[in-house]
């Protein structure tokens, strides 16, 4: 089991920067592969990044690449989402992912989620 918990959201002028991060309890962190999916008001989610277990391996959504950066701290049992150059197509309620297979948090998918934290960017 794990248990995930998303903070860092916020409002955000256009053009700015925000991390988020995504903290996970368990002792097994390492062995998951993990991913942030977003969800905009009145869309399905879709995809945003994902990073292998060891990190060091990441995959990107079109419309996020080069401006967003995934990583790992697992001695903290950490994922972060570096977010640069905020567009207010980013405004969303972002999610954190977990799953024992990198293609499935890829997919977009994962079997623990946490309960997301909202990113507002004003234009």
């Known amino acids: 089991q794990v248990q995930l918990v998303e903070s860092g959201g916020g409002l955000v002028q256009a053009g700015g920067s925000l991390r988020l991060s995504c903290a996970a309890s368990?002792?097994?962190?390492?062995?998951?592969?993990m991913g942030w999916v977003r969800q905009a008001p009145g869309k399905e989610r879709e995809f945003v990044a994902a990073?292998?277990?060891?990190?060091?391996?990441?995959h990107y959504a079109d419309y996020v690449k080069g401006r967003f950066t995934i990583s790992r701290d697992n001695a903290k049992n950490t994922v972060y989402l570096q977010m640069h150059g905020l567009k207010s197509e980013d405004t969303a309620v972002y999610y954190c992912?977990?799953?024992?297979?990198?293609?499935?948090?890829?997919?977009?998918?994962?079997?623990?989620w946490g309960k997301g934290t909202l990113v507002t960017v004003s234009s």
């Open positions: 992912a977990a799953d024992s297979t990198y293609s499935t948090v890829v997919d977009g998918k994962g079997d623990y």
């Open positions: 990073i292998r277990t060891l990190g060091g391996y990441t």
């Open positions: 368990g002792r097994t962190f390492s062995r998951y592969a």
